[in-house]
């Protein structure tokens, strides 16, 4: 039986392991038969009113002339698969890289691409993309969670896999909201895009009470918690470069002057130093060779207790976001991975 291969003049199986595609070679010039498969592409998506990029399903046929059953699906596959090992010319790549044609070179390219739609559309209408997480965005059968879809976006590695390809779709974030994945909470950029919307052409805010809420948030109330000194003095929203005239800004709320303050560890700090502390009192009775469980509880002189094993395990998955001050005292009791 013959094995197959691909062939190097259609670009796809090879005519000899197909008799689909034997029938169009016999019946058609060699020169027609390199644009089979396009021309039939083109077809298709009219008769189906199909337009964008759109990842054609392997096992679709199509009608044409003498092959009744063309087999459009797995002629696309071959594309990217001749793609993928350098053989696919040039200007048969460019007559697929057309609007018209719409070529999806990586099927999970395509669901991105609608995403970016439905992310620039919500953009377009509210102004902002820092929705609630239980937010629908769409009508009818189209409706998304697209709150549940930024949240999705905003974590670790949800851009999809490879550096290179998330860096390419943070930038293409950026474009729609350079503020889609601010550092201060999502919560006060929604509030203030939404207010920012309602400010009249001498720049003035209406007046809004607290009590009135769009679409479960209470603008008034938050509004009020923003005009308090007390608010802003304890906010560290005036690093944000938005925020650096809040004196001319549409809301017209007015930045107090900072107190200096002496500052103390926080509480991220604090619990560091007790599991450093649980740590260094484990390796002084365990040694370093004996792995720490994950069970692992440390009582420390002040008879503080803590779990040393989870703490362990968390500070080692998160060493990444670890100072640098952190990170040299783990190093000085022997850890290798920090």
């Known amino acids: 039986m013959h094995e197959s291969h691909e062939d190097p003049v259609l670009g796809g199986v090879c005519t000899s392991c197909d008799p689909r595609l034997l029938r169009t070679r016999v019946y058609r010039p060699e020169s027609l038969v390199r644009l089979e498969g396009y021309q039939d592409l083109l077809r298709w998506r009219a008769e189906n009113g199909i337009t964008g990029l759109y990842a054609v399903p392997y096992d679709v046929e199509v009608e044409v002339g003498v092959t009744k059953d063309f087999p459009l699906g797995r002629w696309i596959h071959q594309q990217r698969k001749a793609l993928r090992a350098g053989e ?28 970016l739609a439905m992310l620039r559309s919500y953009r377009r209408a509210t102004g902002h993309l820092a929705p609630r997480q239980d937010t629908v965005w769409g009508e009818g059968e189209a409706m998304v969670p697209i709150g ?72 008034g109330r938050w509004l009020q918690r923003q005009k308090n000194p007390v608010t802003w003095a304890s906010s560290s929203l005036s690093s944000r470069s938005g925020c650096r005239s809040w004196a001319c800004n549409p809301l017209s709320l007015r930045r107090p002057p900072r107190q200096p303050r002496a500052k103390g560890p926080n509480k991220a700090q604090q619990a560091f130093q007790r599991g450093l502390a649980a ?6 009775r365990e040694g370093t060779d004996r792995p720490v469980p994950r069970k692992a509880v440390e009582i420390l002189p002040d008879g503080t207790e803590t779990n040393l094993g989870i703490w362990y395990s968390n500070t080692k998955t998160r060493r990444d976001k670890l100072t640098q001050e952190q990170l040299d005292a783990l190093r000085k009791l022997g850890m290798e991975w920090a």
């Not at 740590?279 to 002084?284: A, P, R, V």
Request: hydrophobic share 40%.
């Open 148 to 219: 549940q879809h930024m949240a999705n976006l905003r974590r670790k590695g949800g851009k999809g896999k490879g550096p290179e390809r998330a860096a390419v779709r943070a930038a293409q974030l950026s474009e729609i909201d350079p503020d889609w994945n601010c550092p201060w909470p999502l919560n006060w950029q929604r509030h203030y895009r939404i207010l920012a919307d309602l400010v009249d052409a001498d720049g003035v805010l209406p007046a809004i009470e607290p009590g009135v809420v769009f679409e479960g948030d209470d603008l």
């Open 88 to 115: 696919l010319e040039k200007r048969r790549k460019t007559l697929l890289d057309a609007p018209e044609a719409g070529m999806v070179w990586e099927p999970g390219e395509e669901a991105w691409e609608n995403k």
């Open 279 to 284: 740590l260094t009192q484990w390796i002084e």
